[in-house]
């Protein structure tokens, strides 16, 4: 296998160290803006380079970002090679186009390290539907938002000083907004319930609230009631109709979730026969990404195609009720939903996904979290 | 893939469901010593019915225990038929003999559920060891001695209550020594060690301590200094040597280990290149179990054979000094190595774990458990 590589930051990097230890493939190029040369592998500034050499089955895409990444992507499924992409985002928004493409060219497209990172999640996805149906998937998928949620718990900070420390650590970017306001988060559902389901979702039906907004206070509260918080991915399939949403979940102290440390990801499947399945490990980080990179290599090489057959386009329906705390905003549809106060919170009756969302589109100050399905 | 099922208790019974739903292999033949009857297989009470058929090209065996299922699976491999079983006594006891046979007559052998039932944890390791170097395996592998852990823990129940209650509810068996006195456990743990190392561990050397002395005060000991009690298998490979023991160990409350609770398992490998991954699901029951069974037979159709190639025989060293609490004896030897006290318990100096589990077998009466990692 003759690899093309795009991109030479924390992850192609890694992907490229793991590959020159390897016998059955090699990094052939490695396009990179930056002048750097490598002993084994021809550095170039123009994709074209790539694309021209019929020598190279096989796009490795480590660049991130939305443009030119899907250019990159669509022309090298067009030419006929595999890809490998750990870019959520451009699966996520171009899944619509890319995957059919690559279905209908019969090239591989593998993204198993765009989410989990070092967990081989979308692969375990994969797995998993060869012998059930898939109910529910979802967990923490982001490291960022959990090592900010675990600092402010364990050790009292302020989400400020929280995020101050995970920028510091290089866990969070200087905007943080793709992380804490739960895209990333969405990105990663959104795909991993396409994968699941065999469906297409219809991302303006998939609603994803962050925890920019959380206080040390909201905090305080979740403790005096042995609650932790926890931004969690939801998705779900009954009966033919699907939910899927991003929201800040309290769990129980003592439950898997909630052990859940600093930039780690607790990612879960429940299936007709295998039950809850957990997977557990880093959700970022240059060798554990490059090397679920790497896996999707391997296994274009033994002829892996994509995770599920391109599904139906179908909106999340969203209908669960649920009882939520709020914090940070009053308002009369608030007080007309209140069934408890915890400090200056409210604790609402059972309201549906959906209209929870929608309020909260139209009050961006304040802080939403779903109290644990075993209190609804 | 036409299947011969030998056995049709909990486990065969839900391999037989699982399959009829599907059309990619069928049970043809299932062999059961009672009278039962069904729609879509011909159920014999002899063996040789299955051997002799030369359409079955698969057995899987779900009777456990060593003897038939021992002599059926060999005949089966001398005959050429793939095998898929979730046998871990069978497997971890004649490994020299079954792995290197089945390598010889080149069929598939399969034995995913034996480790961790609805978690494919030996499938996870065989993944994972396409694309780096494993240098420990391991956790909390026996669902019926967390469920007593766990019992103990949060309902402050004694050892007697909390095993009477796991085998009213069908967790343990009425001789529960196989699960608490850790043999399951040290099974699995050989096989993981050998399939994620690469090599045969000589079982001698790898010793297990059970918790069949813990007491509810030992249980309060650990509470009072934030800990909490788990049976925990440890394999580890460093330059060349290795290392693999079972034992009752403490972490603290908090921790991924600390969490798992009922009859959930958590197993854990560390790669070069992935870091840390856990799996989490359950241990055993009908569907989770058969579920991995099928998915086995998948690996089978798809020319899996067995997770590594059969490696060289090698003992555990177990060198690692791990300071311990110990109870329910006193003796020289311990007072020469105390260096704290918990309640009437002592706490050892760093102590090899050969040299520990050398004394406790000559005191069959205490209970150990190492101390956190992090306090060594």
């Not at 609230?209 to 969690?232: Q, W």
């Not at 009954?238 to 439950?255: C, K, M, N, R, W």
Request: charged share 20%.
């Amino acid at each position: 296998m003759r690899i093309g590589l795009l991109g030479f930051g924390v992850v192609g990097r890694g992907v490229y160290d793991i590959i020159a230890l390897r016998s059955d493939m090699e990094v052939a190029k490695v396009v990179c803006l930056e002048d750097i040369s490598l002993p084994d592998a021809q550095v170039t500034k123009h994709f074209d380079d790539v694309l021209s050499d019929s020598t190279i089955n096989t796009v490795v895409e480590a660049m991130g970002g939305l443009h030119p990444a899907y250019e990159f992507v669509r022309a090298a499924i067009e030419a006929g090679k595999n890809i490998v992409t750990s870019n959520k985002a451009l699966v996520a928004t171009f899944y619509d186009e890319l995957i059919p493409l690559a279905e209908s060219k019969g090239v591989c497209f593998r993204c198993t390290a765009a989410v989990g990172g070092g967990i081989g999640w979308l692969s375990e996805l994969e797995r998993a539907r060869r012998a059930q149906s898939i109910h529910r998937v979802g967990g923490i998928m982001n490291g960022t938002c959990n090592y900010i949620l675990d600092s402010m718990t364990r050790l009292d900070l302020s989400y400020a000083d929280a995020l101050s420390q995970a920028q510091a650590l290089g866990y969070a970017e200087a905007n943080p907004s793709t992380d804490v306001d739960g895209i990333d988060t969405w990105h990663k559902l959104i795909l991993s319930s396409n994968i699941g389901f065999g469906i297409t979702l219809d991302p303006e039906s998939v609603p994803a609230a962050g925890i920019r907004n959380i206080r040390a206070e909201d905090v305080a509260n979740f403790k005096a009631h042995g609650l932790v918080c926890k931004l969690i991915s939801t998705g779900k399939s009954q009966d033919g109709s699907f939910s899927a949403y991003v929201q800040p979940t309290l769990v129980h102290q003592g439950e898997p979730e909630a052990a859940v440390p600093a930039n780690y990801n607790l990612i879960t499947l429940v299936g007709s026969a295998s039950g809850r399945m957990s997977f557990y490990g880093q959700g970022a980080g240059r060798y554990p990404t490059a090397y679920n990179v790497v896996q999707d290599c391997v296994d274009v090489l033994s002829g892996k195609h994509f995770y599920s057959p391109y599904g139906k386009k179908i909106s999340a329906v969203n209908a669960d009720a649920l009882c939520y705390y709020v914090s940070g905003v009053q308002d009369s549809w608030l007080e007309d939903n209140r069934q408890a106060t915890w400090g200056d919170a409210v604790i609402t009756k059972p309201v549906s996904v959906k209209a929870m969302h929608a309020w909260l589109k139209n009050h961006p100050d304040a802080f939403i979290a779903a109290l644990p399905v075993s209190e609804q």
